[in-house]
């Protein structure tokens, strides 16, 4: 039994591996043509906290966030499935 799930567990661990490099390749492929970062607006406020359970809210404008097509974060950049759905940054004060 143990030797299953070790054999499952390795499996698992390989084909994790595999699919990441797999996405990795495709992303340098595509930024060899220019198309593998994309750029999403996010808001960011502060959502201060005040007396009787009140927050007062502080908008500090918009950014533009560099961002790849891709499954996974690769080169220090956060995939643009996820900054689409995470466009408002609130830091609580």
């Known amino acids: 039994m143990r030797r ?3 054999t499952a567990a390795v499996v698992v661990i390989a084909m994790f591996g ?3 490099v797999g996405d990795y390749a495709v992303l340098r ?3 060899a043509r220019n198309v593998a ?3 999403v607006t996010v808001y960011r406020y502060y959502a201060i906290q005040k007396k009787a359970n ?5 908008f500090q404008g918009a950014e533009d966030v560099t961002c790849v097509h891709a499954l996974f974060p690769h080169m220090s950049y956060s995939p643009c499935w996820y900054v689409e ?3 408002e940054k609130r830091t609580d004060i």
Not at 54 to 58: A, D, I, L, S
Request: charged letters at 30%; zero cysteines.
């Open 29 to 31: 492929f595509r930024a």
């Open 85 to 87: 759905r995470h466009t």
């Open 4 to 6: 299953r799930l070790a």
């Open 37 to 39: 970062l994309g750029k």
């Open 54 to 58: 009140k927050v007062e809210y502080v």
């Open 18 to 20: 595999a699919i990441y």
